[in-house]
T-cell receptor, first 109, second 116 residues
């Protein structure tokens, strides 16, 4: 079993839709959590950190459930420019960043 | 501010040749990472350094791969001899600190390697 697992995707949604991505992690000692976005043939870039109380950044909402070892990302009112691969990232002790396999999102006109 | 700088951006080489990838981390960052990304295996950590010292090289696939960080502003990843299965995008990344759990990681644009 991989340490970080995500919905396989791809998700194809119309503009304006709400879409949710799920992620689970296996290491209960994981310390920090992030969502990264990767555009085609580009490097991954930080989308947002995920805090225990949940956090929102515009149309994006991230949630963390430590008991279930589950992380989610909700995108509201999706735009064409949201089309990308979304990577769930877990940071363990030290600098051990573990990336999930990613979920590809295509927002269709 | 300059981000993580990698070179070359693209390289095509013949099987058996030596490949050297270079990375300059963000100034002031103490940790440096080398990742490899393929369609089949996703993003894999190869090795990371903290304060120029290799901390975890368990992801280095085999002895053909080696990485060095001679100073805080430069690192190399070397493949010798290269094989077609080494074809991938190699990302270098850096992070500000070691123990601060809030620190995140910043990627360079990647080195696209094709071994024929």
């Amino acid at each position: 079993r991989k340490e970080v697992e995500q919905d396989p995707g791809p998700f194809n949604v119309p503009e304006g839709a709400t879409v949710a991505f799920n992620c689970t992690y296996s290491n209960s000692a994981s310390q920090s959590f992030f969502w990264y976005r990767q555009d085609c043939r580009k490097e991954p870039k930080l989308l947002m950190s995920v805090y225990s109380s949940g956090n929102e950044d515009g149309r994006f909402t991230a949630q963390l459930n430590r008991a279930s070892q589950y992380i989610s990302l909700l995108i509201r009112d999706s735009k064409l420019s949201d089309s990308a691969t979304y990577l769930c990232v877990v940071k363990n002790y030290g600098q051990n960043f573990v990336f999930g396999p990613g979920t590809r999102l295509s927002v269709l006109p | 501010d300059a981000g993580v700088i990698q070179s070359p951006r693209h390289e095509v080489t013949e099987m058996g040749q030596e490949v050297t990838l270079r990375c300059k981390p963000i100034s002031g960052h103490n940790s440096l990472f080398w990742y490899r990304q393929t369609m089949m295996r996703g993003l894999e950590l190869l090795i990371y350094f903290n304060n120029n010292v290799p901390i975890d090289d368990s992801g280095m696939p085999e002895d053909r791969f080696s990485a060095k960080m001679p100073n805080a502003s430069f690192s190399t990843l070397k493949i010798q001899p290269s094989e077609p299965r080494d074809s991938a995008v190699y990302f270098c990344a850096s992070s500000p600190g070691y123990e601060d759990s809030g620190n995140t990681i910043y990627f360079g644009e990647g080195s696209w390697l094709t071994v024929v």
